[in-house]
């Protein structure tokens, strides 16, 4: 498929001239996917006939890649009969009687568009999606619409109703709150990972089809949380521009224990039809540079062990955190003390980071803002009180893990990985007030694997290096308290020394407060202090 794309392609416009052309009629059946080319000048009349009896809905979807198509009941399309975009579908709710649905698309643009479409029945006990609907313009509509930024994607979605039989009246929506009403409905919001830096039509075609029905969407797309009636039914995201995401909810009715899924909905977090920074252009050459250029500073003069040296650790992680004041004080006057830990902070930022990019940063818990940065904060601070009886464990470990990363963050500029996300979800959190509400799950694939190796191996190389090429000298910097201990052994044993000769901490204190006492004293009056003789 990689070395034939425009013989897949040409293939498959065959097989959709085959069956109606870019105009025409469409037959379809229900639950079978069919490729449909769609024109902006001739609309295709998609049917499906001989529909069982027993089926009180069908809801008709189809999807394209990047161009918005139109669907519609009638061929005037109107604003209450019909749906713009690249994921879209529509409720027809059947009349007794009836076997023979029809539905209308063709492109919104004047350009030719590849999409799928597929029709999915369900019965009377199925709930119907979107069948509440108060907010967008179809009366019934089971679509989830999208939005996303740099930061973060937001779907939402109108409530579902209850199933009913062919010509009954709707279950009112508002009537109650009981068992008997809507309010028993829960949404099940999945998400469903396209694979990474594969951004062709036929790839999305293909792993919609996965996310479209019920029985489907368990097996292959991933749970992330359940609304109840009582939850506003929009869900937000992390951002991840470049790779393709698809989201669908499924609507579950625990009385009857039957289920609906709403039309699936997809992104990529970015435009194909911009001129700079598109899909296609995302790793930007300067930022690649950037990271590049660290990444051999830090890797060559840390993870290959090339000098232990405290101060210039210090000097590389400053850069990361963005110390470098502080760091320029205490490199002339300060405390070896205070570098470590400034060294094993980051190490423990990084560890921390890790922690929260696992599954448990999505607990809901961690929403608040306080929990979560109190845990945060935490985490990061045990790795500094761990080794602070063991600076040159804690500065070989951190030179080497954060090192390390940085080519994760290099790679990251050129090839699409997850594990930038590591920080960068963290950074999203700092600079956005909002960020918290969104779910940061993202994809594990082969690229990841592979990355996730090459840092552990540099890690673990890293560490290894550097050890040997430590372990005949001296240990620097010393522990604080061996340095304290020696000194006062040296005090209590050279007399030459003029520290030894300094008062003990009692004596030292009462000089200071007779100094104190002194001050606040009321000078006497100058002149003849002898008594006058008489």
Known sequence: MRLFPCAVVLLVLLGVLRHGGASGLLELSLGKFRNVLLNQTNPVEAVIRNIASNVTVVIFQVHAQQSSVVISFDKNPSVNSSG????????????????????????????????????????????????????????VDPNIYLDYTLVDIHIKFAP?????????????????TGQNSRWRLRYDVYQYFLPENDLSEMVLMSHIRKMSEVQSIKANGIKM???????????????LPGQGV??????????????????????????????VDNCSSLNLLFMGFIFT??????????????????????????????????????????????????????????????????????YRV??????????????????????????????????????SYTVILAIACYVYTSLAYITLDLLRRVLNDYFSRAYTNVPFQTNDFIILSVWTMLAL???????????????????????????????STNVLDPSHHIPPLRERIHNKLLRIKEFFQKEQPAGERTPLLL
Not at 100 to 119: E, F, H, K, N, P
Not at 225 to 239: A, R
């Open 84 to 139: 713009t975009g690249v994921d879209k579908g529509l409720v027809s709710i059947l009349r007794p009687q009836q076997s023979v649905c029809t539905w209308y698309l063709r492109s919104r643009d004047a350009s030719q568009v590849l999409s799928t479409a597929i029709s999915i029945p369900y019965m009377e006990k199925d709930p119907i999606p979107g069948g509440c609907n108060l907010e967008f313009d179809l009366e």
């Open 461 to 491: 190389s890293g560490v290894t290096v550097q050890l040997r090429r430590e372990r005949s000298e001296v240990p620097f910097p010393p522990h604080p308290y061996v340095t304290w201990k020696r000194e006062r052994e040296r005090r």
């Open 366 to 403: 961690f929403r608040d803002d306080v929990v979560f940065w109190v845990t945060f904060s935490s985490v990061a601070l045990m790795i500094p009180v761990l080794f602070v009886g063991c600076p040159r464990i804690l500065n070989i470990l951190a030179s080497a893990m954060v090192g």
């Open 293 to 362: 250029a660290f990444f051999f500073f830090v890797f060559i003069t840390r993870v290959t062990g090339l000098g232990y040296d405290v101060r210039l650790t210090l000097t590389a992680v400053a850069g990361i955190i963005g110390g470098l004041f502080l760091v320029a004080s205490w490199w002339r006057f300060g405390s070896v003390l205070l570098c470590m830990f400034i060294i094993g902070l980051v190490l423990g930022f990084l560890f921390s980071s890790m922690v929260f990019f696992t599954p448990l940063g999505d």
């Open 225 to 239: 949380l359940t609304l109840t009636t009582d939850d506003k039914t929009n869900v937000y995201f992390s951002s």
């Open 246 to 275: 698809i989201y669908n909810v499924i609507v579950w009715d625990p009385l009857w224990n039957t289920s609906a899924a709403y039309v699936p909905v997809h992104t990529y977090a970015c435009s194909f039809a911009d001129l």
């Open 160 to 176: 579902a109703n209850l199933g009913y039989t062919r010509g009954a009246n709707p279950p009112s929506c508002d009537s109650g």
